[in-house]
T-cell receptor, first 111, second 112 residues
Framework: QKEVEQNSGPLSVPEGAIASLNCTYS??????FFWYRQYSGKSPELIMF????GDKEDGRFTAQLNKASQYVSLLIRDSQPSDSATYLC???????????FGTGTRLQVTL | DAGVTQSPTHLIKTRGQQVTLRCSPI?????VSWYQQVLGQGPQFIFQ???????GRGNFPDRFSARQFPNYSSELNVNALLLGDSALYLC???????????FGQGTRLTVV
């Protein structure tokens, strides 16, 4: 079992729709969860982080965390073509300060 | 404020050579981490430094080494380069060990 799992996609959504990106993790002691956006050929950009169960909203982005189910998700409302990128889920395990990344989900927002 | 800066941005090396990559963290950040990202994969953790001390090491061979300087900048060294070392090398800085990490633009290393 991979430490952090994401569907590689591509996930295709029409402009203006809600994109839902999902991530599961194996270390039950994980404390911190991050979403990075990575455009092709560029470095990852931090867009959301969440430490507690529940929802956290920032503009068009909402991160959702369910530690009991070991599941974290990212919702993007009113998706725009500029949101087309790979979204990386990263988890900080409970016993270390490194980040463990999934392989990323490629999102395509179509006109 | 300047973000995380890495140099060089691109590099081509021959197998067997050595390479040094450099990173300057965001002002006020004391922790620097290094990651390797190959095409189609998420970044893989190589090292983390905090206050000039190594605080974590990933599953990479001893050919990989790093250090952090008193001004919190960092260098990653890779000896005896292999073709498989071709990747995007990312530096991330954070205020301390367990806070949010921000990446630099990366150094794309090609080994031929």
């Amino acid at each position: 079992q991979k430490e952090v799992e994401q569907n590689s996609g591509p996930l295709s959504v029409p402009e203006g729709a809600i994109a839902s990106l999902n991530c599961t993790y194996s270390d039950r002691g994980s404390q911190s969860f991050f979403w990075y956006r990575q455009y092709s050929g560029k470095s990852p950009e931090l867009i959301m982080f969440i430490y507690s169960n529940g929802d956290k909203e920032d503009g068009r982005f909402t991160a959702q965390l369910n530690k009991a189910s070991q599941y974290v998700s990212l919702l993007i409302r009113d998706s725009q073509p500029s949101d087309s990128a790979t979204y990386l889920c990263a988890v900080r395990p409970g016993t270390a300060s490194k980040l463990t990344f999934g392989t990323g989900t490629r999102l395509q927002v179509t006109l | 404020d300047a973000g995380v800066t890495q140099s060089p941005t691109h590099l081509i090396k021959t197998r067997g050579q050595q390479v040094t990559l450099r990173c300057s963290p965001i002002s006020g950040h004391k922790s620097v981490s290094w990651y390797q990202q190959v095409l189609g994969q998420g970044p893989q953790f190589i090292f983390q430094y905090y206050e000039k001390e190594e605080r974590g090491r990933g599953n990479f061979p001893d050919r990989f080494s790093a250090r952090q300087f008193p001004n919190y900048s960092s260098e990653l060294n890779v000896n005896a380069l292999l073709l498989g070392d071709s990747a995007l090398y990312l530096c991330a800085s954070s205020t301390d060990l367990n806070t949010e990490a921000f990446f630099g633009q990366g150094t794309r290393l090609t080994v031929v």
